[in-house]
């Protein structure tokens, strides 16, 4: 292929890479040197990536290739590129977890999402920015579509990279909003699933009880893709469970049985959201009409993001205690007050806040039998300008605690441009329903829009 030809290759969706390598149409060689070129064409600007190995990716491209030429049985994910975030393990490639007190760590073992995918014939294309310990301190990365604006955090990489076409899809974690606000700030497909149902072995640790594995891709579609290979119980991570898999991509690409209800949510922290932010879902809301029911969280769960950072904030406490005794000047400001913060929790407090996790999801469960999927603002506005902060993760910190599945889809438009993510939370173990409710919303997005053009 021209050079062109190989940047062009890099606007297919992951399904329709998956069906022209399928075809015989293109092969996973040209889809990595397609991704590869683009990167090349753009990442000075972009500076998603932070380990890339050139040969390693075609090799493994080759491989699968060649697989496929033998006639043998194809993986889900059979010559997809992948982007890892670099906290997550992996065998051949450095995982530096954003700070220098670890820079060229490099794990013995894969972690447990890798393995998977490695197993599902995706290809481990490289590692993708973080920031600091996967907490606030901003990485290097800038946001694709417009530079001057932070792309979020903490996988922060892992965004940008696939906004900027320059992977399909990538991974990344959450344990307050660090897959859902980079996704909406840089205008792609960010997806949570419920708590446990993928392995967070070989991962870095923050906090046991919060920590979840996200996905980003450029469709729904893709999202389910990525994740259905990845969901599963494993023996090294206890929070997995002995489940059927919920075949995520097959229930996405229904139609649902009833047009879908949605239970338009004001959270407690509603008034930090910009008034731009509140006027569209409010614009939403009322094109949804009946199908749009509005629903205020009680107050009494006003406490929930102190009790949510109660536990984090302990947690990074305990998991950091090495790196903080042997560097604490060379970390962030931002990350030694919250480890010194968390020094002081006593376990009263921290006990009690966990407790608070499975009580405050069951809350819940009464608006899931009148409603499919929950509907709130992904962040409190776009992305703001400056590289200083990643943003609040305040409107994911409740769906975070509570371990529900959520989604966010860049269906808005802020009025300087930037995208802005509309969030459906769906219930625990529901992932399969919140999916097919989010490629609703999106067919139904780009019909109204098709009317009013």
């Not at 392995?199 to 389910?224: N, Y």
């Not at 969901?231 to 139609?255: C, F, K, M």
């Amino acid at each position: 292929m021209k050079p062109d030809d190989l940047v062009d290759i890099t606007s297919l969706t992951a399904a329709e890479a998956l069906a022209a390598m399928h075809e015989g149409r293109t092969s996973a060689e040209d889809l990595v040197k397609g991704c590869l070129a683009r990167i090349k064409a753009d990442d000075d600007r972009v500076q998603a990536w932070i380990f890339l190995d050139e040969e390693r990716a075609l090799e493994q491209a080759r491989n699968v290739d060649r697989v496929r030429r033998e006639g043998h049985r194809m993986g889900p994910l059979h010559g997809l590129p992948v982007g890892i975030k670099d906290i997550i393990d992996t065998a051949d490639m450095p995982t530096e977890d954003g700070t220098v007190l670890t820079a060229g760590r490099r794990p013995p073992y894969d972690a447990a999402v890798v393995e998977r995918l490695r197993s599902a014939g995706a290809i481990i294309l490289g590692k993708t920015v973080t920031t600091e310990l996967a907490t606030y301190s901003p990485g290097k990365t800038r946001n694709p579509v417009n530079p001057e604006h932070t792309p979020g955090g903490s996988s922060s990489g892992s965004a940008a990279a696939v906004a900027a076409h320059m992977v399909p899809l990538a991974i990344g974690t959450q344990t307050n909003g660090s897959v859902i606000r980079p996704a909406a700030y840089c205008g792609v497909f960010g997806y949570k699933p419920t708590f446990g149902l993928v392995s967070r072995h070989g991962i870095l640790e923050q906090s046991r009880p919060l920590d979840q594995v996200g996905f980003f891709a450029r469709t729904v579609e893709d999202l389910a893709i990525i994740a259905d290979p990845m969901i599963g119980y494993d023996e090294r991570d206890s929070a997995t469970r002995h489940i059927s898999r919920p075949n995520l991509r097959e229930v996405a690409l229904q139609e649902p049985p009833m047009p879908p209800i949605f239970a338009f949510t004001k959270t407690p922290n509603w008034g930090d959201a910009e008034e731009q932010t509140r006027q569209a879902f409010e614009e939403v809301a009322q094109a949804l009409g009946e199908q749009a029911k509005p629903f205020t969280v009680p107050s009494i769960f006003n406490d929930a993001w102190q009790w949510h950072a109660t536990v984090m904030e302990a947690d990074l406490a305990r998991n950091f205690h090495d790196l903080y005794e042997r560097g604490r000047d060379q970390l962030s400001d931002s990350l030694r007050a919250q480890i010194e913060r968390g020094r002081l929790v006593t376990a009263v407090d921290y006990n009690n806040a966990v407790s608070r996790i499975e009580a405050t999801g069951l809350a819940f469960e009464e608006i899931f039998d009148r409603c499919d999927v929950i509907m709130t603002a992904a962040t409190a506005g776009p992305a703001p300008h400056g590289l200083e902060s990643t943003g609040s993760p305040s409107f994911c910190t409740l769906w975070t605690f509570t371990g529900m599945p959520a989604v966010t889809l860049p269906l808005l438009t802020a009025e300087n441009g930037m995208p802005m993510g509309i969030q459906l939370v769906g219930r625990r173990g529901d992932d399969a329903r919140l999916l097919r409710t989010a490629r609703w919303m999106v067919n139904w997005v780009q019909e109204l829009e098709r009317s009013a053009s």
